[in-house]
């Protein structure tokens, strides 16, 4: 192995700032036990690390010391009650090791069969939790979309409205129906017309109300209305001096009823 | 606890391992300051970091006997037994809100720190030392080993790639090393 390149990896660095892997740990040890100059490098690197952290010093408040001490005469170090970290390959006899690790074993296994079942009762728990909050979550996300895609329809009929090359024409009520409101957008140059009903009478069964653009004194069919809110497109027109509403037959007629007109205006 | 004794690591290892209480004495006399100094890095209140202290050294006097001096130096040992008992301590409590308040109160916890500075005499050679180093360096040594962050968080944090992360480690710890080495040969 090269060593110049292990100790420039920067593997020695994280190793004594202690944020290296048990895997890493057990390499570096295991090379800075045979090759000098990983030893020697690894003491360089925890000798500047040291002079860092000196640096930081803060002294203890002094009456801290008296407390440690106090806590540590109760707790000798070298009482046989204390948990001692010991070598695994002691020479205590195996009988006694294995019935030692029997015990710890069996300990250990009631008391993760105690967590799996507190775990077990908390994370059923946590599923119904979940569950609802997961229907909270579709409803949120599915208001969010109806919301965005209105608000992307008002904002595309605000530009049109907005739009100097559109003109806009009030189609007012007539006899049939005073109070009746609708609205043309009308663009000459590109002969787009949108059209959005304010308020009309609900159209009987069978019948559906029909948008007309007078050309040179001719009605010319622009298509059948929508109730629903916002800017409907309705077929191109070109020299249109006039735009009105008559309620028809559901699909359209050839011919206005002139009869059932509703609201009309003029440009 | 008047342990007036000098003792080489060894010595003070050896101690230590036979349950030498004045050895214990030496230790809290000459690495306290610099334990308490990484404690208070990572814990905010110096009432916990108290706590910790205190912990820190029954763990150290407990546990001395699984110190392999082949493994690294005793200091290194020690500090890493200091970082660890904070962390841990910070976890403990619902560690995503601390660390949430954490960041609300960080300007309050940088003006504690320069009242902590100011106390110690030792702090005007690490504003020397910290001049001298690259503030990325300086950053990314903080974060890993003084508040405990794993590389990845780090990388995240900085939002720098893990390989920029392993090899600034390396340039970092060597930036440290060259300063070091020139304000020893200074004395």
């Given at each position: 192995m090269n060593i110049q390149?292990?100790?420039?990896?920067?593997?020695?660095?994280?190793?004594?700032?202690?944020?290296?892997?048990?895997?890493?740990?057990?390499?570096?040890?295991?090379?800075?036990?045979?090759?000098?100059?990983?030893?020697?490098?690894?003491?360089?690197?925890?000798?500047?690390?040291?002079?860092?952290?000196?640096?930081?010093?803060?002294?203890?408040?002094?009456?801290?010391?008296?407390?440690?001490?106090?806590?540590?005469?109760?707790?000798?170090?070298?009482?046989?009650?204390?948990?001692?970290?010991?070598?695994?390959?002691?020479n205590t006899p195996l009988a006694t090791a294995s019935s030692y690790w029997s015990v710890a074993a069996t300990l250990l296994l009631l008391i993760s069969t105690g967590f799996a079942v507190y775990f077990g009762v908390k994370s059923n728990k946590l599923d119904g939790y979940m569950d609802d909050m997961a229907k909270v979550n579709i409803a949120l996300a599915d208001s969010i979309k109806a919301i965005s895609s209105n608000m992307a329809q008002m904002q595309n009929d605000l530009a049109i409205m907005k739009d100097p090359m559109y003109k806009i024409v009030d189609l007012k009520g007539l006899k049939i129906a005073p109070d009746s409101k609708a609205m043309v957008c009308w663009c000459p140059t590109d002969k787009t017309v949108y059209v959005e009903v304010d308020k009309l009478p609900a159209p009987p069964k069978g019948m559906q109300y029909q948008l007309w653009a007078i050309v040179d004194g001719k009605p010319v069919s622009e298509g059948m209305l929508a109730m629903s809110s916002g800017l409907h497109k309705m077929s191109d027109v070109e020299n249109a001096q006039a735009f009105a509403v008559t309620l028809e037959k559901a699909g359209g007629s050839p011919t206005p009823n002139m009869n059932a007109m509703y609201v009309m205006g003029t440009i | 606890m008047t342990a007036k004794a000098k003792y080489t690591e060894e010595e003070l290892v050896n101690a230590l391992k036979s349950g030498d209480q004045s050895a214990l004495g030496f230790l809290y006399d000459n690495y306290s300051a610099a334990l308490f100094g990484v404690i208070m890095r990572i814990v905010e209140s110096q009432e916990n970091a108290e706590d910790v202290l205190q912990e820190v050294f029954v763990k150290i006097w407990r546990n001395i006997s699984s110190y392999d001096k082949s493994k690294g130096k005793l200091y290194t040992w020690l500090i890493n037994i200091a970082r660890n008992s904070a962390i841990d301590s910070m976890r403990v409590k619902d560690y995503k809100l601390k660390s949430q308040i954490r960041?609300?109160?960080?300007?309050?916890?940088?003006?504690?720190?320069?009242?902590?500075?100011?106390?110690?005499?030792?702090?005007?050679?690490?504003?020397?030392?910290?001049?001298?180093?690259?503030?990325?360096?300086?950053?990314?040594?903080?974060?890993?080993?003084?508040?405990?962050?794993?590389?990845?968080?780090?990388?995240?944090?900085?939002?720098?790639?893990?390989?920029?992360?392993?090899?600034?480690?390396r340039s970092a710890i060597s930036q440290l090393r060259e300063v070091f080495i020139g304000e020893t040969t200074l004395k």
């Open positions: 390149e292990y100790i420039s990896s920067g593997i020695l660095e994280s190793y004594v700032l202690g944020n290296s892997t048990p895997k890493e740990m057990k390499e570096v040890e295991k090379y800075a036990a045979t090759y000098p100059e990983i030893k020697a490098e690894l003491n360089e690197i925890e000798k500047a690390i040291q002079a860092y952290t000196t640096k930081h010093s803060i002294a203890p408040p002094t009456n801290l010391k008296d407390k440690i001490f106090e806590k540590i005469s109760d707790k000798p170090n070298s009482s046989a009650n204390e948990p001692i970290i010991r070598s695994l390959n002691t | 960041n609300i109160d960080n300007s309050v916890g940088s003006i504690n720190r320069q009242y902590n500075t100011a106390q110690h005499p030792d702090h005007i050679g690490l504003k020397a030392l910290v001049e001298k180093m690259k503030p990325e360096y300086k950053l990314l040594i903080d974060k890993l080993y003084f508040e405990g962050y794993t590389q990845e968080e780090a990388a995240e944090e900085l939002n720098i790639p893990l390989g920029t992360v392993k090899t600034r480690i």
